[in-house]
């Protein structure tokens, strides 16, 4: 929606959002088919690198009055969009590289230079390399919280936003998980006492959407501050959230005669929950929405999955497939872009990129507390020996993919995007070998052995696949 890549579409949030996305859909619903995400996330992790997506940086990296009033002059700029503040853009990267490690076991992310950012201009311009991995990013994060008392690292000059600054909270927790550290703890304990005292998260209400750092002026936020922030900040402040989900969030909620749910114009609303309280007609709020601009409706959605609000948020859903023009492309359910707030008859039809191609789909994949298991009860070294379907072709949707340690049998089920795969190419890896049968709906193939198991198989419906090991089952 924006080319210079400041707006809150842009490609750093959706690709950070894609990548939660595919992880809580890994951890909760396919958890013994790595093959369905891992190169998923890469490619998005690889975008994550791309200049098109952290060059805005250069310019923003001056500043403004606009954000800073008490600027005398535009900073120096400079590239590097990791090196110093722009935790909107750093945040992100490191959350998305600590889940990728977290989920697949894998430390490629973690090597020298394994997040490495280029940029080689074709004709005019230096070439560029800021090299990083996981471990430097961590601590350049890190200390850049200890400096700011736990308040936070900047977005734009001079502006801590709350709700960006939750995804680094994310990353220290997967850090610890692969490195054996131990800042998840001293993080939460910080930012919580930092905002504490300033009377933000011990008290009823909305919480502000970012703190001006030179005026210490904190800049009101609403229930679109309130449901992006809550839906982070619940893995690792859960109660905090729970205790104040009656928040600005439902009473901005506005329900149609057919019981779906959309919204009021958050961004226009008073800002403060007794202010709704005030307003008698609800018709009066509709009215100040000249057009909508910001990824609210899918903020919304997000905090209502994570929260565990299922009735609500079935209601928002239905909304959206009755009125966001749901669409069906290789085999995935997205909603297009649409720059109109609402139709002829007042139903809400904005839809943003951030919402129509991610937060609509980590509503429908996450689950209640979903983040919060993650965080706090990741896969141990047991979940990465048992066997799992490693290699699928894009062709084939995998519909379950669980392990029974108990029996010792993987089921597997499957079916092709279109009408029929001649030849769909698995590899079913068996940790530690040894020999185990292959069933395609109930019937036995070949008897196999070893730790990779390759299968040539015909897909024109919807199959069935087990692997049993020998001996347990």
Request: contains cysteine; negative net charge; charged residues 25%.
């Amino acid at each position: 929606m924006e080319a210079g890549q400041e707006g809150l579409s842009s490609y750093r949030y959706q690709l950070g959002h894609i990548v939660y996305a595919l992880g809580l859909a890994h951890f909760h619903h396919l958890p013994a088919a790595p093959c369905v995400f891992k190169e998923a996330m890469q490619a998005a992790i690889r975008k994550m690198l791309r200049r098109e997506v952290w060059g805005y940086w250069f310019e923003a990296s001056q500043s403004d009055k606009r954000i800073d009033p008490d600027l005398e002059g535009r900073r120096e700029q400079w590239h590097d969009p990791v090196v110093k503040e722009n935790i909107m853009y750093s945040g992100h990267l490191h959350a998305m590289a600590g889940m990728y490690g977290v989920l697949f076991n894998d430390d490629r992310y973690e090597q020298d230079g394994g997040l490495t950012i280029r940029h080689s201009p074709l004709f005019v311009g230096e070439e560029m390399e800021f090299k990083y991995d996981f471990s430097s990013i961590n601590d350049i994060i890190y200390w850049q919280m200890v400096e700011n008392g736990w308040l936070g690292v900047a977005c734009e000059p001079n502006c801590i936003f709350l709700v960006c600054n939750q995804f680094p909270m994310l990353g220290f927790r997967f850090h610890d998980i692969r490195k054996g550290t131990t800042i998840a703890e001293e993080a939460a304990a910080g930012y919580r006492q930092a905002w504490q005292d300033r009377d933000v998260l011990d008290r009823p209400g909305t919480m502000p959407m970012m703190l001006m750092v030179r005026q210490n002026v904190l800049v009101p936020g609403g229930p679109a501050t309130d449901s992006h922030t809550g839906a982070i900040m619940h893995a690792w402040n859960r109660e905090f959230v729970r205790e104040h989900r009656r928040s600005q969030v439902y009473q901005a909620l506005k329900t149609a005669d057919d019981g779906t749910v959309s919204l009021r114009p958050l961004a226009m609303l008073p800002g403060t929950a007794e202010s709704y309280e005030e307003v008698d007609d609800a018709a009066a709020l509709d009215e100040l929405a000249v057009q909508w601009s910001t990824p609210d409706f899918g903020t919304v959605l997000m905090w209502l999955s994570e929260l565990g609000d299922e009735e609500t948020l079935s209601a928002m859903l239905a909304h959206a497939d009755k009125h966001m023009n749901p669409t069906w492309e290789k085999g995935g359910l997205y909603y297009p872009r649409n720059d109109r707030s609402y139709d002829d008859e007042g139903n809400l039809t904005f839809v943003e990129p951030l919402t129509g191609n991610v937060l609509a789909g980590y509503a429908r994949l996450n689950v209640p507390d979903g983040l919060w298991q993650l965080y706090n009860h990741p896969w141990g070294e047991a979940h990465f020996r048992q066997p799992n379907l490693s290699e699928c072709p894009f062709e084939v949707d995998v519909l379950q993919a669980r392990y029974d340690d108990e029996q010792g049998i993987l089921s597997l089920t499957l079916r092709p995007v279109k009408d029929t795969v001649e030849e769909a190419k698995l590899v079913i890896v068996n940790p530690g070998g040894g020999s185990c049968r292959i069933l395609r709906n109930g019937e036995p193939l070949n008897p196999v052995v070893g730790e990779r198991i390759e299968l040539d198989l015909a897909i024109d419906g919807p199959i069935d696949l087990q692997l049993v090991r020998d001996g347990k089952a």
